[in-house]
């Protein structure tokens, strides 16, 4: 991309480009809300159904795990906003970095999560694999667990793409792809990665925070 | 004219807000506040994505279209758990046997 080569021959000026990226990431995003939606609405259903039961499952998550875990995340997309921000202010060195910790904080969010499955499975609390529960409601315990591990692996899943999606970013990034003119891709990765950051931000108290008090 | 470039301030002061907003529903969490805890809890979190969109993801500088989009995303899923739990809810209010 030099010069002019910027600009793509369907478009009248760099900021129609820019906004058709933009927003052909939101619709993703929207058919992304179509696929967690349903999580969430099977979650809310046997919530509902199950309420006492789904409070004695959740004080089996780690609290303080699950809580740092959200700072990290959201440290991630702080990052994640610099890097955009350097990459509209063409400063390639800046964005490469910002691109770089971005990648490392979410592997730091992956590595708790992995932590804290390990504890499930000492625990005996992994339905399907290896689950013994003495308590009252074995079964809805278990599916408040299924619930638990399908939502989050889907979510560590999104973040593991967006983690590698970051790696090619950075490669381009430093191989001089991006400027102030052209950076739509880190402009819509950062979407991703802000989406990826809001499902979080919902997982956590219906999962970690309904059996606190 | 492009994007315009938003200071890294609003973004250190959204960062701050997120944080604050996480450890106040840690907090509240621990207080039996009865129903209270489900909507402070969902509150809090919507007010938390909300500044993740409208900061972070640019939608307050964005063109209107992204608004609709946006919001199109939102609306679906409302849709889902409302008429979701419309059925699910109501459920034994009659006396219909076989549920």
Known sequence: MEGNGALAEQFDDLAQQHEAASLGMWVFLVTEILFFGGLFAGYTVYRAAYSEAFREASHHLDLLLGSINTAVLITSSLTMALAVHNAQEGRRRALVVFLLLTMIVGAVFLGIKVTEYTHKYEQDLVPGIRFAYGGPHPGQVQLFLIFYFIMTSLHALHLTIGIGLLGVLAFLAWRGHFSADYYAPVETSGLYWHFIDIVWIFLFPLLYLIGTH | ?99
Do not use: E
């Open chain 2, 1 to 99: 004219m492009m994007q315009p470039i938003v200071s890294p301030h609003v973004y250190y002061w959204v960062y701050g807000a997120l944080l604050a907003l996480t450890l106040l529903t840690v907090g509240v969490a621990f207080l039996d506040l009865g129903p209270l805890n489900l909507i402070l809890a969902l509150g809090i979190a919507i007010c938390k994505a909300l500044l993740v969109m409208l900061f972070f993801m640019h939608l307050r500088y964005s063109s209107h279209v992204s608004w609709i989009v946006a919001g199109a995303g939102v609306i679906w899923l409302a849709h889902l758990l409302i008429f979701t739990l419309s059925d699910y809810l109501t459920r034994g209010w009659l006396p219909v046997g076989g549920w």
